[in-house]
Structure formats: C-alpha cells, structure tokens
C-alpha cells in the first residue's frame, strides 16, 4: 500500500510532484483556506505524513492523537506552532525549512527598515488620497541608513543575512544578542539586550518564538531605545509585547516599526496599530518569492521521503536548533 502524504495548504507543485514520483499518494486541501483545527485533526489521522503550515496547530492533542505519523514537515523554518518536546517523545521526527528562505526574509526586514524610517507607506497613503498638493520641504522626513547602527536580536542566518546587507550596503555598525559569540565578517559585537535597545538606531529581531523570547520585547526595552529608533520584526509577533508597542509608537517613545508578523495573525483590520501612522504592516510575507518557496515546497518534500523511508531528515528540528 502507499504511503499517504496530506499537505494542509496548497503549495507550489515541485515538492508535490517530488513526493509523487516517490511513489506516494498525495493530497492537498485545496480550499484555498486554512483547516479548523478538528479538519486538520481527522486529515492527520488518515495520512501516514503531513506537510504543514506555521499557521497550523500541532499541539499535544493533535500528535496524541495521530501519534502514528511517520514524519511532519513544516513549510516553514519557524516551528512553534508545534510541540516540539512531544513530538519528539512520540518520535515522529520533525522537519523544517531553513536555509532557502534566508534570502528572502532578511530581504523584507531591510524593505521595512527603509519603508518604516523613510515613511514609504504613509507618504503613498498621501499621495493616494489627495493630500499631495505640492513638494513640500519639511514633511515625511525619516532618518538615512547610512552609518547607522543595527542591532540584531538573534544573529542566526537571518539576522546574519540582514546585518551583511546592512553592512555592506550602508556601512551599519552592528551589534547583536545570541547565546554565544558567532563568527562574521562584520566586525559585529555581541552585547545584552539592554545595552542593544540604547545603542541601536535600528533594531531587527530574529530569535525563534519560546517561552524565554516571548514578550522579549516590551515596555522597559522600548523606553530604553531612542526616540529615533525603528523596530523590525519578522520572526514572530508574540516576541513584541504589542501593546506596549502600540503606546511607544503612539507617544513616537521611537519612530516608527515595521511588522511582517503580529498578534494574532491575521491582526484584525480594526485594530489600533492599523490607525497609527508610524507603524508598517506586512501579512507574513518574510519567505514569499517564487525561488524561496519553490526551494521551500522541494525542501519540504525531501524531508518527507527521508522521514517515510526512515532515514535522517535533511533538515530535522532539534530542540538545539530552537536557539538564535
Ligand atoms: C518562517 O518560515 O518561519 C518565517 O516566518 C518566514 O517568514
């Protein structure tokens, strides 16, 4: 009999093909929405493997449940939608996909950094509903990148990626916070949190999503960082106490944020953040270029076949990995 593979959300097809030629059976949802989470349950309960979304919860419940999966590969290199810790003693191996979207997510978290200080989205929302009457000398002026300094919450390959554009691009000193001292070529030195949030101008996270970052950042950080400060986060909303967010950014305690993930997501359109003007919002885009998630939807497949067939993911989530 063949293996069964259910993919919770339509993905790009290389990886579905991959596994099809593999010989398995695969189905996709194809509703063009997310599962609840009893669908996702009885899906799970009838596949032998599953690739699934971050937007997908595999809880102690779900793997309980479906304790007889052979692997689950998650499209994506956040995996705290997942009980890691159960997974692993159910041992059903766990796969993510880091690496191939390395690009394209520190390539959103530096358009941030320049939309959020330079005023893209208010200074279009201008142009866009009739207040642009004529050049105007002193309105939406942010601050340059040039010299600047940018600290990076969890110098993994991410914020790696991030601080050698900056690097590079715009000549940035960069400081960082990670467990231990990490090799670079940026001259990049590691301080505590503290000491990043007084000397950055420009702070981007990308420390994964665990009971010790949760709320990492809140009000003592943002009352530390300078009234000039733009906080980027593309790693996950639930690092960011939200609403302290929101008063630092409606007193301007810093200058603007820019955010490809909140709280919950989707944030609700009514939302306070929605109204303030010095605040960029993003749908979780950090991975969404045809190459990332092509590579994504291959990587994905690979570590399905892999974990089928009994052998070591090609990129497998140890608890280790968990850490920036
Ligand atoms: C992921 O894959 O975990 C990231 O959120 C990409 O944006």
Known sequence: MKNKVFITRSILPAGIELLRSAGFEVSVNDLDRALSYEELKEKGHSADALITMLSDRIDEEFLTYNSHLKVISNYAVGTNNINITKAHELKIPIGNTPDVLTEATAEVALGLMISATRNFFSANACAQNGEWIDWHPTKHLGHGLRGKTLGIVGLGRIGMRLAEMCSSAFKMKIIYTANSDKINSMSATRVDLAE??????????????????????????????????????????????????????????????????????????????????????????????????????????????????????????????LLP
């Open 196 to 321: 990043l949030c007084t000397q950055s101008d420009f702070i981007s996270l990308h420390t994964p999503l665990t009971d010790k970052t949760r709320n990492l950042i809140g009000k003592k950080e943002l009352n530390a960082m300078k009234k000039s400060a733009v906080l980027i986060n593309t790693s996950r909303g639930e690092i960011i106490n939200q609403e302290d967010l929101f008063f630092a950014l409606q007193e301007k305690n810093i200058f603007a944020a820019g955010l490809d993930v909140t709280t919950p997501e989707p944030l609700p359109v009514e939302h306070g953040l929605f109204k303030l003007k010095n605040v960029m919002i993003l749908p979780h885009i950090g991975s969404a270029t045809y190459e990332a998630r092509n590579a994504m939807s291959i990587l994905a497949a690979e570590n399905i076949i892999a974990g089928i067939n009994g052998s070591e993911l090609k990129s497998w989530v140890d608890k280790k990995d």
